[in-house]
Structures are given as C-alpha cells and as structure tokens.
Nanobody, 124 residues
Framework: VQLQASGGGLVQAGGSLRLSCAASGRTFSRYGMGWFRQAPGKEREFVAAITWTYSTFYAGSVKGRFTISRDNAKNTVYLQMNSLKPEDTAVYYC???????????????????WGQGTLVTVSS
C-alpha cells in the first residue's frame, strides 16, 4: 500500500487548508483511513479517522473544526481543516490499517502503512 499526502502549507490563524492523501496498492473502498500529526518535539498523535462504512472519529482538539472524508472513486481521503490555530502546526500523516478493526483506530498501532507527511504551518 502506497500513500501520498499533499496540501500542506503556510496559513494564518483562522484560515483553512485541505489535505489530500492518494492511496494505491489495494482496494481502497474496503478499508478505513486515518490522519495523524506530529509537532516538533512531540509524539505523533491521532487527528481523525474514517471507516470503510464512512463512520468518522476525531480527536477532541480538532472536533468541530476538521472534517475527514473520502472519495472511493479517486482512492483519496481528505482532511478539511478550518479555523486553524498555531497549535495545529505539525507534519500531517495519512495512514492505512491492515484490517477494519476499530479497536485501535485512534492509535498509531492501528495502522501499518504511512504516507510521507505534509507540513502545515499556522502563523499567529
């Protein structure tokens, strides 16, 4: 499974960005997808996930501001980020699990495949 994330950049606080992650190597529609982020000096943390049945999960810090979605026809998962804050600054990674268990959906151990990351910088 190969994952290619894009869409990061520099934005002012209060602004918006949309990240994309294109997947290949297996039947995209049969699996969930997740987004994580890692700020300098911090551990990688869960941001959002979407199951193959379109159920969504969010970290408390982004709920109401970020929206995860998927387009199975394009093998792509998106993360729409609104009302961005300086504390959202991080490298954002998309990830794919090896199965459809939701037990570990909000943890890094729930994912076997990772994209290369895209940097999001929010200025104050």
């Amino acid at each position: 499974v190969q994952l290619q994330a894009s869409g990061g950049g520099l934005v002012q606080a209060g602004g918006s960005l949309r990240l994309s992650c294109a997947a290949s190597g297996r039947t995209f529609s049969r699996y969930g997808m997740g987004w994580f982020r890692q700020a300098p000096g911090k551990e990688r943390e869960f941001v959002a996930a979407i199951t193959w049945t379109y159920s969504t999960f969010y970290a408390g810090s982004v709920k109401g501001r970020f929206t995860i979605s998927r387009d199975n026809a394009k093998n792509t998962v998106y993360l729409q980020m609104n009302s961005l804050k300086p504390e959202d600054t991080a490298v954002y990674y998309c990830a794919a699990p090896s199965d459809n268990s939701i037990v570990a959906i909000a943890t890094t151990r729930g994912y076997n495949y990772w994209g290369q990351g895209t940097l999001v910088t929010v200025s104050s």
